[in-house]
């Protein structure tokens, strides 16, 4: 295993140590990211889910695909993932080709551009692009390449850009991201918008739905919680009573306040988070 792949394997663990510990932020990215793939998610939280987790934090699909991407496995015409593209580059301009043979016209006529590929295809992009992806456009392994991460790929230079390139996702979504104030602000509700979501989703007392849109589901949330009593420790079956009294998917609705930082878990014992803290989705 390489130190691409090692890397990954290290964030998993700490992802894993922090949702263990129930980070509110590492909660909240873990969410985004299971929401993001459709993954359903787990009671408890094991270093398969945070290997997978991590993975789609770099812009894989799943913890496979980027150990076989970054061990320099892939087939060539394997879906490569969004491993050289990312929120930071959105605004900037490349040319897009569903063939590496017209990539590589492109690249031919500007060879000081850079090819990269994107998932099945390719983009030619130029050199802001390459520095806020987090590489070097300076460094030697692109002479080397001729750069083309495409030719280049499991080659000693391609592991060099992707180590940039990896360590600048660190950067940019294991640490910027999971900033929740921000998120706390868009999240908050007013008085009267808290009354409207009540309206809508309870009816004599019981949910009738769950909320899809989070805003909306936390005013649902926070107005369950604060039904618990603030001290007292519940068990599993107990925090199951209450919550099936309000609705029939009552495991939903317990893993959302552990998730959401409302409820605190340790050893099938559930209490009150009396710090109201929230996440994005």
């Not at 394997?78 to 040319?95: I, P, Q």
Request: proline share 2%; net charge neutral; hydrophobic share 40%.
């Amino acid at each position: 295993m390489n130190a691409l792949t090692t890397e990954i394997k290290t964030r998993a663990r700490l992802l894993l140590k922090l949702l263990q510990n129930q980070n509110v932020a590492a909660n909240k990215r873990a969410l985004i990211l299971s929401r993001k793939q459709k993954w359903e998610l787990p009671e408890e939280w094991q270093l398969r889910h945070c290997l997978n987790l991590a993975a789609v934090d770099c812009g894989f699909q799943h913890w496979e695909q980027a150990r076989d991407i970054l061990g320099g496995k892939a087939l060539s015409d394997a879906d490569m993932g969004d491993f050289w593209h990312g929120a930071e580059v959105g605004g900037y301009t490349n040319h897009w080709f569903s063939s590496y043979a017209e990539a590589l016209v492109q690249l031919h006529a500007h060879p000081e551009d850079y090819l990269l590929p994107y998932r099945r295809h390719y983009v030619v992009v130029g050199v802001d692009y390459i520095r806020a992806l987090g590489v070097n456009p300076d460094d030697a392994s692109w002479l080397i390449i001729g750069n083309d991460v495409v030719a280049g790929y499991g080659s000693m230079s391609w592991q060099t850009l992707a180590q940039q390139r990896l360590q600048a996702t660190r950067v940019e979504r294991f640490e910027k991201v999971w900033d929740v104030q921000q998120s706390q602000l868009d999240l908050q509700s007013t008085a009267d918008e808290v009354q409207r979501v009540l309206k809508s989703f309870v009816q004599q007392g019981r949910l009738i739905k769950i909320p899809d849109q989070r805003k909306k589901r936390l005013v649902i949330l926070r107005w369950l919680v604060d039904q618990l009593e603030a001290t007292r420790r519940y068990s599993e079956a107990e925090i199951n009573s209450f919550f099936l009294g309000f609705h029939e998917d009552y495991a939903t609705l317990r893993r959302e306040m552990i998730i959401n930082g409302l409820m605190l878990r340790e050893n099938g014992v559930y209490w009150r988070q009396l710090e109201d803290v929230d996440v994005a989705a």
